[in-house]
Nanobody, 119 residues
Framework: QLVESGGGLVQAGGSLRLSCAASGRTFVTYSMSWFRQTPGKEREFVALSRSDGTTTYADSVKGRFAISRDSVKNSLYLQMNDLKPEDTAVYYC???????????????WGQGTQVTVSS
């Protein structure tokens, strides 16, 4: 089970830190990612943390967002800085053993947390 927290309302230029707490299994050997989705649009990749410690970011968030994980706490984080109105979405954490940035390969999903950025 994956449970996200940390979403909320923030002004443009502000920061938020999302957390994803995993339970029921360890995800140490899994790739874990953040996705986001707005109404009527397909789920969009945001950031990936692989089990070997490497990361990948969507171009739209490079330099502003940072993904990290704590294997001891079995948790995933997303530090979001310099937020923009277009970052407004429901953010989901997800895990896959296969890896990649396509949402279709992810087996485990959280319920999502709303991030709203006002202009």
């Amino acid at each position: 089970q994956l449970v996200e927290s940390g979403g909320g309302l923030v002004q443009a230029g502000g920061s938020l830190r999302l957390s994803c707490a995993a339970s029921g299994r360890t995800f140490v050997t899994y790739s874990m990612s953040w996705f986001r989705q707005t109404p009527g649009k397909e789920r969009e990749f945001v950031a990936l943390s692989r089990s070997d410690g490497t990361t990948t970011y969507a171009d739209s968030v490079k330099g502003r967002f940072a993904i990290s994980r704590d294997s001891v706490k079995n948790s995933l984080y997303l530090q979001m800085n310099d937020l923009k109105p277009e970052d407004t979405a429901v953010y989901y954490c997800a895990a896959t053993y296969l890896g990649g940035t396509w949402y279709g390969t992810y087996d485990f999903w959280g319920q999502g947390t709303q991030v709203t950025v006002s202009s």
